[in-house]
């Protein structure tokens, strides 16, 4: 489940991720009643069953609940707005209809993990999976300027490759910093997850939003917020 918002007096149109047709849209005829509200809201796993009288229509929604991610993370506000940051990029930057298994799996594995102790790195990990499987990937594996690919600590904006230490000290200001749990080297903390936060959201917002005369989705800022460090 990524979104749900009211249509009419009792319906909602309901944005689905789906492993097989991607991003979905679909009326669920009363999902604003009492009973159903706790059922649509993000990062819940349902069983649905969409029907219409042609594919190009709106269509139908019917939908059982199977887990209630949502539940699992209320709780907590940091975890609750990865949560939303991640449904929010998915409705915003995954064509309509369009099969994006690898972004299924990899949302459900997010999932998984919210509630463990490196929820934030995972996050992280999975904004630049979602780069990769969108067209725009970063390379982390070689420096950019040649230099020693053991000691990588920036990425270039330009070309979204990793730049060695060395090679990049002259440039630092202009470069993005590289958090070292990206690239196998320590396990992270708050500083480094903002760092990776920057590093993401300047090329989703770079190649996905931007070119649409757009801004990273509100969610997305606000999870950026949850974590100190220097903005980009």
């Not at 489940?1 to 009419?8: I, S, V």
């Not at 990865?82 to 949302?107: D, I, N, Y």
């Amino acid at each position: 489940m990524l979104a749900a918002r009211p249509h009419g007096e009792s319906a909602l149109i309901v944005q689905l991720l789906t492993r097989d047709k991607g991003r979905h849209a679909g009326l669920v005829h009363g999902g604003q009643g009492a009973r159903k509200r706790g059922l649509f809201q993000p990062g819940n796993l349902v069983s649905a069953t969409w029907s219409a009288r042609l594919a190009d229509h709106l269509g139908s929604f019917t939908c059982e609940p199977l887990r209630s991610s949502f539940a699992e993370v209320l709780d907590d506000p940091d975890r609750l707005a990865a949560l939303s940051a991640a449904a929010a990029l998915c409705e915003a930057a995954l064509p309509e209809r369009e099969p994006h298994a690898p972004c299924f799996e990899g949302f459900c594995v997010l999932l998984e993990v919210l509630t463990g102790p490196h929820w934030a790195e995972v996050y992280v990990k999975w904004e630049a999976a979602l780069l990769q499987e969108l067209g725009f990937g970063l390379d982390l594996s070689r420096c950019a300027a040649g230099g020693a690919a053991t000691h990588l600590a920036y990425v270039s904006p330009k070309s979204g490759v990793a730049v060695s230490e060395e090679a990049g000290a002259p440039y630092r200001e202009k470069l993005l910093a590289l958090p070292g749990f990206l690239i196998g080297r320590g396990e992270g903390g708050p500083a480094e997850v903002a760092q990776g936060l920057d590093l993401t959201g300047f090329f989703l917002g770079r190649h996905i939003f931007h070119p649409q005369d757009r801004d990273l989705p509100a969610a997305r800022q606000r999870l950026r917020e949850r974590f100190p460090g220097p903005g980009p």
